[in-house]
């Protein structure tokens, strides 16, 4: 047992349970909750939507999450090694995770974007209300040219309909300089490339030391979107309009329920959200002492979640329900989201505010740390599974900050594409096809298949117990066997069916963007496959003895509670399995 705590100490672990609860809190609080999660409710029956929603928390979210927290716990691996330790035959889910971590990488791209609205916040007038400035062309409609009186809503939309508006221009003139496409990249935008440095520059001091310094960031960028978040509530709720916007955001339109998108869209913000099959919380929980109570855990955790989603809703509503008001339209018109709700909407509607300064800059401020965090996790946890792969290589004093040196460097000129004039397209390219929904449920099917039939949906019983002390509910069985296969069967098969190609506005990609992106797709994809078959391939042995000796767990876990009983039994069960 000294052995395994001599190891700990060559991994590191969590200071204390805070550290480990707020890494794990601001990995999963991101962008969507505030900015997919509100635009969703919207489009999908308002209060509704909650229906499948919540199903989908119970029957998908909490039992995954208890699944990969409770994986990483008990093998003390990252995401590749901890397969190889339950079930040798799956490890290629840990290098199909490794490889949509590179594409997750992608998303640092949203926080230098925000971080160069947050440096023009400072300016006296905001540059996204006027259209007196050079990148601005004829069509341009400032926020002050329509601050109508006039209830005629049609007159209203008409006018909005047919110019720009300044925050449009602002965003995709002389932030993005887009081009015509993916094809015409350009040069790239210097400005935009410094913060995208500043942004890799915070990442590698937040987790060169390890966990010993993600631990620490952690206390700063996951608790202070709360305030910002607390401070955006109370500011939503007292402008006048608000409750219009909230009126749209939670009014209740059950027949939408009948509706199968509704349903596919309320599993797939469960997957994104809660962040589930990205590896992250095997890595995460992988810190954790072995006797931490990691079914507790995912209860809290998941509540945090899906409850910060929830008032995020009204953060966002409440401000496009003013913006309506003074624009003289309803809601529906002015409704946004993702990068259009942050960078187009919220600056606009900060702009029309008294003291529109101090408004925007807590709205980017909080834009940043919600993302700073996600990534950071991101690259954290592929860099300790990469350590965990050649603990030889990386575990010598100095080494492991050189890795994180090399992967931050590296991606730092790869993301240079990204800051082109074209670069927009590369992300969204990249955001489409490399992190897909159909990638989450057939890493979920999988992980399914190799812990709860494979491994054994008892032993992993046993183990959680081994651990918390108190054994799951029967319910998490019926989930890890039954359920969330099924679900992700049937949602893949939809996925697949109702494929749409990527469009943006009325731009098409060209064929071998597509193909690229298609490549993307498999290449995470196809590694679980392809793992198994190669291990079937050399492994010695008839076919039947080949799998026997690959669905059984290493011999090597004895990480115990200083109890070598139990290792000895699971053991002695793997054999007879």
Sequence with gaps: DNENQKRAGDRGQWANKTEYILVVAGNVVGLGNVWRFP?????NGGGAFLVPYGLFAMVCGIPLFLLESSVGQYTQEGFVTSWRKLCPLAQGIGYGQAVVKLYDFSFIIIEAWALFYLVFSFSAQAPWATCENSWNTANCMGLHGNDSSSSNWTANLTMLKKHTSAATEFWERRVLGMSAGIEDLGSVRWELALCLLACWVFCYFSIWKGVKSSGKVVYFTATFPYVMLLILLIRGFTLPGAWEGIYYYLYPDLNRLANLEVWIEAGSQ???SYSLTAGTLIVLGSYNEYSNNCYKDCFWLSLLNSGTSFVAGFVVFSVLGFMAQKQGVTVDTVVESGPGLAFIAYPQATAMMPLPQFWTFCFFLMLILLTVD???VAVECFITSIGDLFPKLFRKAGRHEM???FICCSFYLLH?????????????????????RACHYFMALSECLALAWTFGADRLMDVIEDMTGQRPSGFFKLCWKYIIPLLSLIALILYLLDYKHLRIYQYVYPDWAYA???TMTLSSVVMVPLWAAGQMCFTAGTIRQRLSVLCRPAEDLTWTNGEAETAVELNTSAGTT
């Design 39 to 43: 635009y969703l409710c919207y489009k």
């Design 270 to 272: 469960i997957f994104f």
């Design 374 to 376: 996600s990534h950071f």
């Design 403 to 405: 890795l994180v040196l």
């Design 416 to 436: 240079l594409l990204m800051v082109t004039e074209g670069g927009v397209y590369v992300f969204h390219l990249i955001d489409y096809y490399g992190m897909t």
């Design 516 to 518: 690229l992106g298609w």
